[in-house]
């Protein structure tokens, strides 16, 4: 061989094993933003939640902080994917979640009205919501690693729940306005990772519409601006043929895209996070115990549960324990449930419901030693479902072929808009759901309360 090919094959060697490193480090960065997305964007979520005792007045029901937790997200879930038009400006919207977000603490933690709380909280939730909604549509430019930061922003999310309750049971010895004051800091995490950590989307990925192969090339239009990079705001017009040219969905079209993910997609997830949520604030707060028979499983309870005051939080830990190892399956290497399987996890939430229901009215486990290890195996198994459907849902999305497959300028722009736009459409059915059991679940705690009264358990009336 001559000395010429030897330095043609080194040089290939070179540019391979160069092409290999930018591949998996774009897939390690990628994988990380992904998850902080995920982390910081509901982590606010989650310590609104857990300061709700001190943030209302004793007499004030706390039903009032969820609601106002949801409402407000479940708005920004339903209007941005339906109502806006054209391409996303990404870094527009990350900043402005941003900005949001820390208006919306600081109004928390500078004023004691009940009202002003109510506001702040409400434009957190907002900006929580259209932060959700523009990470799973960012996911969807990174082409074959869609699945993969989808997965890693589940796992964030999953991880809010434990970074969440845990930093409120560090700060609220503080009180009110230097706890939430310090976790305004956190939503900057967002834009540092944005410019800082996360790679464009074109250096590390092309878009798969696909299982087969088939792609899609996610090259920039024709534009008025000669190049397009991350962080800046791609516009919604392409020079084709000489003229200009707008891209934009149109609510016709928007609905021929929803149609066929009702019953397969959004029914399953708004079916879950109804019966989940409805057990975590309406059956969970009923489930306590304190005559436990003599044994090592009885000791072992009463080393972790001092007073029945302690079993509701106890219960959201393992909860949300549940939901980040299933939310993080996908991210560990786990293989995504079947899409016959998508409806499962709503179905056995349904049984768990059930069952802690009869549980928390009737007693069905028979004493309060037993009852406590079944409570703690159906809510685990309901933590480890709701993550499943969550991750496995927007995963299944992201895999979908668009309907515009690349031919001229505008056709490859509208396939990545119906991308964006179907894993869009999927949050509200989940908020939905979360909205409707905050309002199922007061009843139903007052309900299973009175039928414990009535066996002559008291323990619901003292808390």
């Known amino acids: 061989m001559s000395t010429d090919e030897d330095r043609l094959l080194e040089e290939e060697a070179s540019a391979y094993g160069d092409d290999e490193k930018r591949r998996r480090r774009g897939y390690i960065l990628s994988g990380l933003a992904f998850f902080l997305f995920g982390l910081t964007n509901n982590v606010l979520y989650v310590i609104i939640l857990s300061a709700a005792l001190d943030l209302v007045p004793p007499a ?33 919207r990350l900043l402005g979640c941003c900005a949001l977000s820390v208006s919306g603490m600081v109004v928390v933690a500078a004023f004691d009205a009940l009202p002003m709380r109510l506001l702040g909280i409400g434009l957190a939730s907002f900006s929580s919501g259209l932060g959700e909604l523009t990470f799973l549509q960012l996911s969807t430019t990174y082409g074959s690693l869609a699945g993969h930061c989808v997965g890693y922003f589940a796992s964030g999310t999953g991880a809010a729940g434990i970074v969440g309750s845990f930093l409120w049971w560090e700060v609220r010895g503080l009180g009110v306005r230097e706890g939430v004051g310090l976790s305004t800091i956190m939503p900057f995490v967002i834009p540092l990772t944005y410019f800082f950590i996360l790679p464009s989307s074109n250096s590390v990925a092309v878009h798969t519409a696909s299982n087969s192969g088939t792609e899609i090339p996610y090259a920039p239009l024709t534009t008025t601006e000669d190049e397009e990079v991350l962080g800046s705001d791609p516009p919604i017009v392409a020079t084709l043929e000489g003229e200009s040219v707008t891209v934009a969905l149109s609510a016709e079209e928007k609905w021929h895209l929803v149609r066929p993910l009702l019953l397969r997609y959004m029914l399953p997830l708004f079916c879950v996070y109804l019966f989940e949520y409805t057990i975590n604030q309406g059956v969970s707060p009923t489930l306590l115990y304190d005559s436990f028979t003599p044994s090592m499983l009885s000791r072992l309870i009463l080393k972790i549960i001092h007073s029945p005051a302690d079993f509701y939080p106890f219960w959201q830990l393992v909860y949300q324990t549940g939901v980040f190892l299933s939310r993080s399956s996908i991210s560990m290497g786990l293989p995504p449930l079947p899409g016959w399987l998508i409806s499962a996890p709503a179905v056995i939430q349904a049984f768990i419901l059930l069952a802690l229901t009869l549980e928390s009215a009737l007693g069905l486990a028979g004493n309060d030693t037993q009852g406590v290890l079944l409570v703690f195996v159906l809510i685990s198994v309901e933590g480890i479902c709701g993550g499943l459907a969550y991750v496995n849902v927007y995963h299944h999305i992201n895999q979908r072929s668009p309907s515009s497959i690349a031919g001229d300028g505008t056709s490859t722009e509208r396939a990545r808009q119906e991308q964006e736009f179907r894993i869009g459409s999927i949050g509200f059915s989940d908020s939905l759901g979360i909205l409707l059991a905050s309002v199922v679940s007061v009843p139903t705690e007052v309900g299973l309360c009175r039928a414990q009264t009535r066996r002559g358990k008291r323990l619901c009336r003292g808390l």
């Open 60 to 92: 004030t029901p706390k039903g009032i902080i969820a609601f106002c937790n949801i409402a407000p997200s479940l708005v920004a879930k339903v209007g941005w994917p339906y109502v806006l038009k054209g391409r996303i400006r990404y870094t527009r």
